[in-house]
């Protein structure tokens, strides 16, 4: 007689598995979301998880997660379904940047290529950002024929989990002013934005909302070594003083490359 154990019999149908759409899109699941809605302070802990198919459903992108499965093939399967999502790789295929634009036109230079992003929020008590959490996917190119960088950004479970969106920025250089100029598309609400952006003389790429109206805050792009670099945003306390909110940590996805 053979017996096959549960996470072998698993290993073989990981990338099937979470992919199935009896398991995306369940009547017990879709009963869940709506007695909860999506929760962005949600604390889950999801046993015999699979792919995870139930915990990213449920949770908003700044849920914190936990995840436990006897089959290392089914959770590293939906690990990387909710980094990438299905159709949200590009790897490749960047172009380049006209000839003919300004010097300034390379400040955006950073976000060409492809980006897991982790959703990190401030520790006040640990005087630290919190560890990463990989939620979306962000990939930059050059569009109009060089004279644009449009970016697009993707949710975990884009596709199949109730709320997850997509949205994309074309961000055109305006010499004159001395700023970009941004618009930003988001399927989830469709909601377009007006953004624009400047390098200030503290030398950090500010950003700014014009359109709609929205609450202030500070955000300003940094940018790191190996590829990585981040959007950092900033709101008031209740003293009315700046202080860190929410970081977007990108890290060069892996393109098969090395």
Known sequence: MNITTAPERFERIASNYVKSEVHKRSASMS??????????????????CGAGHFGFNV??????????????AMLA????AQVTGEGTV??????????????????FAFIIGDFDVGYRTWDAEAGDWAEPQFYARWNGYYGLNGRAIIDEWFDAGYG???GAGAGINIRLYDPDAGRWETAWHYTANHEVRELHQQVREDGRLWLWQVYPEAPERHVWFEVYEDGEWARISQT???????VNAV????IPADCGND
């Open 59 to 72: 949770a908003g992108p700044s849920a914190r997660l936990t995840f436990c499965d006897p089959s290392a």
């Open 77 to 80: 399967a939906g690990a990387e």
């Open 90 to 107: 590009r790897c490749g295929d960047y172009g380049a940047p006209h000839p003919d634009m300004p010097e300034e036109f390379a400040q």
């Open 236 to 242: 008031r306390n209740e003293e009315g003083d700046w």
């Open 247 to 250: 970081m977007l940590h990108a």
């Open 31 to 48: 009963y869940v979301h709506r007695r909860l809605g999506t929760r962005p302070d949600l604390r889950l802990l999801d046993v015999a």
């Open 160 to 162: 199949y989990r109730e």
